[in-house]
Every structure is written in structure tokens, then in C-alpha cells.
């Protein structure tokens, strides 16, 4: 794993500051209770210093990282080389389970919904939700690629590269 300090220069990085407070999904990836790696798409909220996603208590990913709480995430956009940016988290989930529908999946939400929408579906999720879990993602490990722009640029692509 990296040092805390280079994690927060890597989030840190415009870039990725973007894609943690403008991207609507990530995938976050763990093992399921059968051991079984699992990658879903997932609403999320970046509070500053954790990745923060929610579900139903019945969820099975709620079991499933209350077992095996170390995780993967990505979150990406662009559809061509130039505009391609990904950023790559590895961390660690602490669950909660919190009363009522968690302030931070509401938030998640407002990133992919205008306001009319937006106050239908907290209406509607506040009168579905009893309880929540919200997982927060400490990460441990993260990295920033702007393909576009040549940043993060792979590794063990570096010898191929200078051959040509």
C-alpha cells in the first residue's frame, strides 16, 4: 500500500478531485460471501476524505464486506483516448449502519438529478428506507491516469515505448 500522504497527492490531483465530486458512478469491486470477486456499478459520495456509497441492510454486499472489508474502485469517463481519465482506488470499508436514508446517498443522487427529480426520488426513499448501511471506503492505495494528456502512463509499457 502507499503512504497516507502520497494517497492524499494523488486524490488530490485536479483531475481526480474532478472525478470524485462530478462522476455519478463508480464500480466497486470485493469478494462476495462465496469468495467470489464481484465489480458493481454505484451511486457514490466523496466527503473529502472517504468514497462513500449506501445500500439496503438486506443488500448482500453488506455481509459479504462485513467479512472481507478490502475493496477496489474505479471511476472513469471518456469514450476516446484523448479524453480518457481513470482513477483507481484500493481501500478498506467500514460499514454503519445508520437510521433512516444516509445524508450522503441523497447527495450521490443530486449528482445525476435535477432538482424536480431529485426531491421525488428523497421522497420516495425516504418512505422506503427504514435503515441504511453506508459504507465508507478509506482508501490506501490510488492512482490517477489522464491518457490524454500522458499522465500515468503504465509502467511496464515504458520499455515498449522507448523501442519506438
Known amino acids: 500500500m502507499m503512504d497516507r500522504q502520497d494517497v492524499t497527492r494523488e486524490l488530490?490531483?485536479?483531475?481526480?478531485?474532478?472525478?470524485?465530486?462530478?462522476?455519478?458512478?463508480?464500480?466497486?469491486?470485493?469478494?462476495?460471501?462465496?469468495?467470489?470477486?464481484r465489480v458493481i456499478p454505484i451511486a457514490f459520495y466523496w466527503d473529502g476524505e472517504?468514497?462513500?456509497?449506501?445500500?439496503?441492510?438486506?443488500?448482500?454486499?453488506?455481509r459479504a464486506l462485513s467479512a472481507r472489508p478490502d475493496v477496489a474502485i474505479t471511476i472513469d469517463v471518456g469514450d476516446t483516448p484523448a479524453a480518457a481519465k481513470s482513477l483507481l482506488v484500493r481501500g478498506f470499508a467500514h460499514l454503519e449502519t445508520v437510521?433512516?436514508?444516509?445524508?450522503?446517498?441523497?447527495?450521490?443522487?443530486?449528482?445525476a438529478q435535477d432538482p424536480d427529480?431529485?426531491?421525488?426520488?428523497?421522497?420516495?426513499?425516504?418512505?422506503?428506507?427504514?435503515?441504511?448501511?453506508?459504507?465508507?471506503?478509506?482508501?490506501?492505495?490510488?492512482?490517477?491516469?489522464?491518457?490524454?494528456?500522458?499522465?500515468?502512463?503504465?509502467?511496464?509499457l515504458r520499455p515498449l515505448t522507448r523501442k519506438h
Not at 99 to 111: C, H, M, Q, T
Not at 118 to 133: D, I, L, P, T
Request: with cysteine; aromatic share 10%.
Open 117 to 156: 427529480t431529485h426531491a421525488a426520488f428523497e421522497g420516495h426513499v425516504r418512505s422506503m428506507y427504514k435503515q441504511q448501511v453506508r459504507i465508507s471506503i478509506e482508501p490506501r492505495w490510488a492512482r490517477y491516469y489522464d491518457f490524454g494528456a500522458g499522465r500515468g502512463r503504465l509502467k511496464f
Open 99 to 111: 437510521d433512516g436514508v444516509a445524508d450522503e446517498y441523497l447527495e450521490a443522487a443530486k449528482k
Open 12 to 37: 488530490g490531483q485536479p483531475g481526480a478531485r474532478e472525478l470524485l465530486e462530478s462522476a455519478t458512478l463508480t464500480r466497486l469491486a470485493y469478494n462476495g460471501p462465496d469468495g467470489l470477486p
Open 50 to 62: 472517504r468514497i462513500v456509497v449506501c445500500t439496503a441492510t438486506t443488500s448482500p454486499k453488506v
